[in-house]
């Protein structure tokens, strides 16, 4: 008997995705501009319903709850496009700074030293020092707090310190990267 129940649900579902389809993937193309994204989107929201297609068929309006999916989903991709267009546009508008006559041994050693830190230390280190990015800055573009990129660089410093000698690690830090990220943007 739970068959004949699971098929009528599905007869029921593939009738509201043939009629409706469409419309949601229209509707996510006017709220995105991207047509690919809209199909996208529309089939993600579909997939959600059938999910759920025990509440959404008893719902006084199913393909307004479907609306609301599609909305939903529209507006995590949006955001989720401006938060990585922010942290292409802090990452690219940096100053570029030429270095004369670089200590190649030092930056060998500081991405050597890079390597072994872990990622979020290293990631902080690098915006903090490399890039100049205020801790604001950094936090925005990693997705974390300010406490965090606080703790972290200051953590990343201290084993860079121990890594490369205590005295001269800040220093070696700045031009070695700057002339890792120097000839990064070269090699793009």
């Known amino acids: 008997m739970g068959t004949v129940v699971d098929d009528a649900a599905s007869v029921e579902f593939h009738a509201f ?3 409706h389809y469409a419309e949601l993937s229209r509707l996510a193309f006017l ?3 991207e047509s690919d994204t809209a199909d996208d989107l529309a089939a993600d929201a579909l997939l959600a319903l059938w999910h759920r297609w025990d509440r959404v068929r008893a ?3 199913p393909v ?3 609306r ?3 909305a939903n989903l529209a507006r995590t991709k949006i955001r989720s496009a401006v938060r990585e267009r922010r942290r292409i546009a802090l990452f690219w508008s940096q100053r570029e700074e030429k270095t004369e006559n670089p200590d190649v041994a030092g930056v060998v050693d500081v991405q050597s030293a890079l390597r072994r830190l872990p990622f979020r230390k290293r990631a902080c280190v690098v915006l903090r020092h490399a890039f100049d990015l205020s801790e604001k800055d950094t936090a ?3 997705g974390i707090s300010v406490g965090t990129v606080k703790s972290q660089t200051s953590k990343g410093m201290a084993e860079l310190q121990k ?3 205590a005295q001269k690690a800040p220093q070696r830090v700045r031009v070695g990267m700057a002339r890792t990220t120097e000839s990064a943007g070269r090699d793009r």
Do not use: I, M
């Open 17 to 19: 995705f043939d009629r």
């Open 68 to 70: 609301g999916v599609v």
């Open 31 to 33: 709220l995105t501009g």
């Open 140 to 142: 925005l573009a990693l």
């Open 163 to 165: 890594l490369l000698g």
């Open 59 to 61: 719902a006084d309006h």
């Open 64 to 66: 307004a709850y479907a």
